[in-house]
């Protein structure tokens, strides 16, 4: 399983945006998200952590 990037709750915002779905989950605005946080967001979304690492970049 691929490692997680830290990153912000703002950062993941954008990455969502870009997938272009209509399932937004509820994302808090921490200056660092937890692993598990990031994990279960990526989980509730229906994207796999490698889809979502894409949409990261």
């Given at each position: 399983?691929?490692?997680?990037?830290?990153?912000?709750?703002?950062?993941v915002?954008?990455?969502?945006?870009?997938?272009?779905?209509?399932?937004?989950?509820?994302?808090?605005?921490?200056?660092?998200?937890?692993?598990?946080?990031?994990?279960?967001?990526?989980?509730?979304?229906?994207?796999?952590?490698?889809?979502?690492?894409?949409?990261?970049?």
């Amino acid at each position: 399983m691929p490692t997680l990037p830290n990153l912000s709750g703002r950062e993941v915002a954008k990455a969502f945006g870009r997938d272009g779905s209509m399932v937004t989950p509820s994302i808090p605005d921490h200056k660092e998200l937890a692993k598990g946080t990031l994990r279960s967001l990526i989980r509730s979304s229906g994207l796999t952590v490698e889809a979502f690492l894409e949409l990261a970049k």
